[in-house]
């Protein structure tokens, strides 16, 4: 079993900068992927950005030269980086874990808001 819990959301104005934490823990194997998901009010959940154990990553077309994930694999953590935020990035993130078996882990969320 995996628990994540996320950190770092807030109040910031556009164009502002935020980063947002992910801590992992319980059994995590190798060669998992670890990700980030946000969902709008009324919305779905969307994919953000995503990264390998192994430190490939990919980014949805929205937030691609704006936001940044890395990890930190010793310690299970990993991050998002945004910049140059928008109103429509307002959202509750969420973390995500995939194991090598397909097992899928979600966080409880966190709070970004936008204003203009």
């Known amino acids: 079993q995996v628990q994540l819990v996320e950190s770092g959301g807030g109040l910031v104005q556009a164009g502002g900068s935020l980063t947002l934490s992910c801590a992992a823990s319980?059994?995590?194997?190798?060669?998992?992927?670890m990700a980030w998901y946000r969902q709008a009010p009324g919305k779905q959940r969307d994919f953000v950005a995503r990264?390998?154990?192994?430190?490939?990553?990919a980014y949805a077309e929205s937030v691609k030269d704006r936001f940044t994930i890395s990890r930190d694999n010793p310690k299970n953590m990993v991050f998002l980086r945004m910049n140059s935020l928008k109103p429509e990035d307002t959202a509750v993130y969420y973390c995500?874990?995939?194991?090598?078996?397909?097992?899928?882990?979600w966080g409880q969320g966190t709070q970004v808001t936008v204003s203009s």
């Open positions: 995500n874990v995939v194991q090598r078996d397909g097992g899928s882990y």
């Open positions: 319980g059994s995590i194997f190798s060669g998992n992927v």
């Open positions: 990264m390998t154990s192994g430190g490939n990553s």
